[in-house]
C-alpha cells in the first residue's frame, strides 16, 4: 500500500468503509441477533464462570442461564404488555383530551402570535407527518423481534464454543502476538460485563425515580412513562432526551402544558443525579470514550441498524478501543476514542478547587 499515493489510498480506505457499511445493511437480519447475543454472553460469562468453579457442567450451566434470562425477559414482555393494553383501553379519553389541547393550543397561537388556522394546520399535518416517520423508524425492528428466538440459541453456543473461539483466534496470530491477544480477550472479559450489567442497574434506578416523579405530578400511566424514559436511558447522551421528550409531549396532548414544564425540571433533576451520582459511581470508569465519537457512533449506528444499532453500538465500541489500546499500530486511534489528553481542561471537584487554592484545610508544607 505504501507504494501508493497519499490520495490513492484515502479513496481506497474510504471504499473499504463504504462497502463494509453496505455490508453491514444488507445483512442486518442476520447479524443483529448475533450481535445481541454476543453481548448477551459477556453479559453472562461471569456467572458462567462462577457455576462452572462449582463443578457444574457447561451445558447445564449455559442452560440455567439461558433460561433464566429468558424467564425473566418474558416477564419484563408481560408488565409491558400489561401497562400498554392499560394504555389503549384508556385510548378514547385520550383522543378527545388531546383533540380539545389541540384546539386550545391552536387558539391561543392565533391570538398571541396571530397564526391563520390554514399556517396551523399546515404545522399540525407536519407534526403528524414526524410521528408517522418516528412510528416507521421503530416498526424497522420488526425483523429483529421475529428473529429473537435465535438469541438464546446463539448465546448458549457462544458460551459453549468460548475456548474454542479462543484458540481459533490463537490460530490466526502470530506467536508473538499471542500476548496481546490475551491481554485483549482478558480486558474484554472484564471490562464489557461489568459495563452491561453497570448500564442495567442504572436504568433500573432511573425507572424508580422516573416513575416515583411522574406519580408525584400527576402524571396519567405513570409507571408506563416511567418505564419509556428508563428505557430509552440506555442510550448514553441522547437517551434521556428521547424518552422525556416523548413523556413531555404525551403529557402536553393529553394534560395541560403545566405538567408538561414539570416533566421538563423533573428532566434536568434525574439528568443531574444520573450523572454525577449513578453513572459514575456504578458504572464507573469502565468505558472512557470521547463524547464527540460517542455522538457520531450513535448516529451512525442508528443509520445502520436503527434502533439495535443505538443501542449496541456502545459496548461494541468499547471493545475496539480494548483492541486499539492494546495493538501498537492501532494505538493513535485508541487513543483518539479515549478520554485521555484533556484532563488539563476537565471541569471536576478537584480541578476547581486546584484552581481556587482550597485544599480542604490542608497547609502546605514550608
Request: aromatic share 14%; charged share 10%; proline share 4%.
Amino acid at each position: 500500500m505504501n507504494k501508493y499515493p497519499p490520495i490513492t489510498r484515502f479513496l481506497i480506505g474510504l471504499l473499504l468503509i463504504f462497502a463494509v457499511v453496505t455490508a453491514l445493511i444488507i445483512t442486518k437480519s442476520l447479524l443483529v441477533p448475533l450481535f445481541w447475543s454476543i453481548l448477551l454472553a459477556y453479559l453472562l460469562y461471569p456467572m458462567a464462570v462462577k457455576l462452572e468453579s462449582w463443578n457444574v457442567s457447561r451445558i447445564l450451566t449455559n442452560f440455567i442461564l439461558v433460561i433464566g434470562t429468558m424467564i425473566l425477559v418474558a416477564a419484563f414482555v408481560y408488565l409491558i404488555s400489561f401497562l400498554i393494553i392499560k394504555f389503549v383501553n384508556d385510548l378514547p379519553n385520550l383522543k378527545q383530551s388531546f383533540t380539545h389541547n389541540v384546539l386550545q393550543l391552536k387558539e391561543t397561537l392565533q391570538n398571541i402570535f396571530g397564526i391563520s388556522s390554514q399556517r396551523l394546520n399546515n404545522l399540525t399535518n407536519q407534526a403528524l407527518s414526524a410521528v408517522q416517520f418516528m412510528g416507521t423508524f421503530f416498526t424497522t425492528t420488526k425483523n429483529t423481534i421475529l428473529a429473537i428466538g435465535l438469541i438464546p440459541v446463539y448465546t448458549f453456543l457462544l458460551l459453549f464454543y468460548r475456548n474454542k473461539f479462543r484458540e481459533f483466534i490463537s490460530m490466526l496470530v502470530r506467536p508473538d502476538q499471542e500476548e496481546t491477544v490475551e491481554q485483549i480477550a482478558k480486558q474484554a472479559s472484564e471490562i464489557v460485563p461489568k459495563y452491561l450489567k453497570g448500564l442495567f442497574i442504572v436504568c433500573f434506578i432511573l425507572f424508580g425515580l422516573n416513575t416515583l416523579g411522574f406519580f408525584l405530578l400527576g402524571i396519567h400511566f405513570a409507571l408506563l412513562m416511567g418505564l419509556t424514559a428508563a428505557f430509552f436511558s440506555l442510550i448514553p447522551y441522547i437517551g434521556n432526551i428521547i424518552g422525556y421528550g416523548i413523556v413531555a409531549i404525551f403529557v402536553l396532548a393529553t394534560q395541560t402544558p403545566t405538567m408538561a414544564l414539570e416533566v421538563v425540571f423533573q428532566f434536568f433533576v434525574v439528568q443531574f443525579i444520573e450523572n454525577n451520582i449513578l453513572t459514575p459511581n456504578i458504572t464507573g470508569s469502565y468505558v472512557e470514550i470521547n463524547p464527540l465519537v460517542i455522538i457520531f457512533s450513535l448516529i451512525a449506528g442508528g443509520m445502520i441498524w436503527g434502533m439495535p444499532g443505538l443501542f449496541m453500538v456502545i459496548p461494541y465500541l468499547a471493545m475496539l478501543k480494548i483492541v486499539c489500546e492494546n495493538v501498537s499500530s492501532l494505538k493513535p486511534i485508541g487513543f483518539l476514542l479515549s478520554t485521555r489528553g484533556t484532563e488539563s481542561h476537565t471541569i471536576s471537584i478537584k480541578s476547581v478547587k486546584e484552581r481556587f487554592g482550597w485544599h480542604n484545610g490542608e497547609e502546605k508544607d514550608p
